[in-house]
């Protein structure tokens, strides 16, 4: 076997037609994490290897349970996996057991997938950089001295560096987009409520967040959000649509793509960004035209900002004034805090503003396009960019502004590799965003785009 492991459905299939062994793909898949995680820090809270080495040989023993029977996983560590500690990168949760699994890992333990450890995130899932004080930064494969993006680091450099063959992440600003971006892997975040998140606290005002999946190409993306879709009827806004991976075989229809570049010179960016994106898009099978800015940015980053802080206070303010928090966290928490409800409905009104604003842009396109990052990836000892070029950024996410337009409204996005740039020659990628329930067209798109390019094996790191 070669020493990285190869896509999900490969091994899937090789398994299911007895070509290898779940306990051999095991034993590679330590092997692996053994002479690579030492360097970028992906994988933490793994196994011990005789125990994992068992569960695979028991697998072998039994009858098929899924298309991820035998195949190893690590969960991101905001995700409970039972058995396995859960820190979110505090000190305040480390070491603390999770008594069972959420409803995403447990599905994937439904199709067979094997529980190996977690994958790293930054304190609280909070910045798109990878690092916290519980297990320290988690650096990009490509350039170790860089950073690896956020919250989904761990899983996307596990991923890249061809530990895993899948995994999963989660996305409230860009999270699983922006690492998919920096480490030449793909990354979805999925309609809104695609993927149920777990039945606690309140299940109605907080429509930001949510769990999606990230590959080294399309086919595999799309069976795992197959796998972690489906409704939960403890909770009121389940969506229920077909199956994506079918939809990948079928022809790529004539499709109208909207570049909104750099938002009508509102969004600073790196240079070399925007051209790197732009000369991808003329690769692609569609009928590409510019976007005029559709909605006043400020408008949708000052919702977005309070939306934010009003959910992230919902969940962290029991921590409020907790030393142990970092300022960050504790920044969202005290504003999310002093907000009236006149603002957060102010806030929820730009929201729906711009929902409808978008559900026409759809009338005219298929699919919008714009960059997955606004800077390169920075250094792995910097906390987050204070300035893109000239331009300063106000907060510790405002450098992320790219990913909000989708994030706010719930809308699908793929994050797909485009390539290498800027003056080190690092990945980056651009987002490919449709209307709501759209998942399967994004997914047909950049599995034709894989076809062509193939990034994430055409140009592994060398680690």
């Not at 860009?174 to 606690?200: D, F, H, Q």
């Not at 010179?265 to 790197?276: K, M, S, V």
């Not at 690769?283 to 005029?292: E, I, K, L, N």
Request: proline share 7%; with cysteine.
């Amino acid at each position: 076997m070669d020493a990285r492991i190869k896509p999900a459905l490969a091994l899937s299939s090789e398994i299911a037609l007895g070509q290898r062994k779940a306990v051999e793909l095991m034993e590679a898949t330590l092997d692996r994490i053994a002479a690579t995680n030492s360097s970028v820090n992906a994988i933490v809270s793994l196994r011990d290897r005789q125990s994992l080495l068992a569960e695979a040989h028991a697998a072998d023993q039994t009858d098929r349970k899924g298309w991820l029977h035998g195949i190893p996983i690590a969960i991101k560590d905001l995700a409970n996996a039972g058995g396995f500690p859960t820190s979110m990168g505090s000190t305040l949760f480390a070491g603390e057991i999770a008594e069972r699994d959420d409803i995403m890992v447990a599905r994937l333990r439904r199709a067979g997938a094997i529980v190996i450890g977690k994958t790293n995130t930054p304190e609280f899932g909070l910045g798109s950089h990878t690092f916290n004080p519980v297990f320290g930064p988690t650096r990009n494969p490509y350039n170790l001295e860089r950073s690896a993006g956020g919250s989904s680091g761990g899983a996307a450099v596990a991923l890249a560096s061809g530990m895993l063959s899948l995994a999963d992440g989660s996305d409230m600003m860009g999270s699983l987009r922006n690492p998919a971006a920096w480490n030449n892997v793909y990354g979805m975040r999925p309609t809104w409520s695609l993927v149920p998140s777990e039945p606690k606290g309140d299940t109605f005002l907080h429509q930001l967040s949510t769990n999606g999946p990230m590959a080294r190409n399309p086919q595999d993306l799309a069976a795992l959000l197959d796998t972690m879709s489906g409704t939960d009827p403890r909770q009121p806004n389940g969506r229920i649509q077909p199956a994506t991976l079918p939809h990948l075989s079928e022809e790529i229809p004539d499709l109208r793509l909207g570049w909104l570049g750099d938002w009508g010179g509102n969004l600073p960016f790196e240079n070399g960004i925007l051209d790197l994106c732009e000369a991808a898009l003329s690769d692609m099978p569609v009928r590409r035209s510019s976007v005029s800015p559709p909605f006043a940015s400020d408008r949708i980053w000052d919702s977005w900002i309070t939306l934010r802080s009003f959910a992230v206070a919902a969940s962290l303010g029991p921590l409020n004034g907790n030393p142990a928090l970092k300022d960050t966290a504790q920044w969202e928490v005290t504003r999310g805090l002093s907000f009236s409800a006149a603002e957060i409905q102010r806030a929820s009104l730009t929201r729906s503003e711009w929902f409808e604003t978008a559900a026409s842009l759809f009338d005219r396109y298929d699919v919008l396009a714009i960059p997955s990052a606004q800077v390169w990836p920075f250094d792995v000892e910097m906390n987050y960019p204070t300035h893109i070029g000239a331009c300063e950024m106000d907060t510790y996410h405002r450098w992320m502004e790219v990913v909000v337009p989708a994030s706010l409204i719930g809308l699908p996005a793929i994050s797909v590799p485009v390539g290498f740039g800027g003056a080190d020659d690092l990945p980056m990628g651009i987002q490919l965003i449709g209307q709501r329930g759209s998942d399967a067209l994004l997914l047909k798109l950049a599995a034709a785009w894989h076809d062509k390019t193939n990034w994430p094996e055409a140009r592994p790191p060398q680690l």
